[in-house]
């Protein structure tokens, strides 16, 4: 308990460290802005939302149904015409925003993430089915944790939604939203290693949550403020993971230590969550697509298959736990 106080004040001490801005080198760039002042002039009308009549014919169809508006347009082609510059002139590739460019498929803005997403919600949704029918929302009377597992699981699936459609389609909202579900996602990893390492003793669970939900909602606020620092977010994101990582660490070690076989799941699962992060903080440009963001995506995609097989092991074993309680309160 106590590493999880000194990791809860590094997260203070770092809260402020930040400096927040949207910017990269691609958009800051005269190319990219000349580029796109021309381009809006020419092509958009007053609200940069709506096309000129001659620049809507150009517009594909797959970009159309996808409601990819003339700014946007503008602001996706001169980004490519800025890669093409910065490339020429042996500078690399520049980030726009915070983030690589992308080629875009079918109006699909990052397919190869999009695609990694759905996997990862696949793989939450069948594990979700099989905790329904061996822990179905009728025993939470006899075991509350159970609600827990089946709320956790909606909290994941509706982030690999959000995840999902950001990388379809990029904008404010989905912005928000993705940021604000992947977090919802983390913290809920932390939260039920607190319930779960705090099992029937309510007011330590409490007392142990308070700050670091504070923080969530602190953080939410924040992103729906609209401009957002990626390299802040990761980060807050990672040293959340991290304190999650250690409370579900120890639970695993110590269960793992008193003979609970289904313990090294969780261990495997820690230790290969660890090892697909890396993969994020690499943050290399994409290479046929896969940059190092859709390739954690990707890699995580799997894991969630491990991950609810301990849960459903220690569910059962808290299972039979209450029921041997049950039988020695009758004799």
Known sequence: MKLLFISVIIILVLWGKFPLASCSIGDRSSIYLNCLHRCVKENCTNDGENFKSKAAQKQDLSCKLLRWSCDEECRYQC?????????????GTPKFHGRWPFIRVMGIQ??????????????NAFMYRKIRRQFPMSKIHAMPIVALWHGYLMVCMNAWVWSTIFHMRDNAF??????????????????AGIIRVCYKRTKLMVVLLLIPLSYFVSHVRYLYG???????????????GAIGVVVWLCLSWTQYCRGRAYAPRMLYFLTLSMAAVVLELLDFPPRLGWDAHALWHLTTSPLPLLFYRYVLDDLHFLQTQELESFAYKLT
């Open 226 to 240: 609209g401009v957002v620092d990626y390299d802040y977010n990761m980060t807050l994101n990672v040293l959340f």
């Open 110 to 123: 990052e397919p190869a993430a999009a695609f990694a997403s759905m996997l990862n919600l696949a793989a």
């Open 174 to 191: 989905t912005e928000f939203m993705d940021y604000a579900c992947a977090l919802s996602m983390v913290m809920g990893l932390f939260v």
């Open 79 to 91: 980004m490519w015409f800025t890669v093409q510059k910065f490339q020429a002139a042996g500078e």
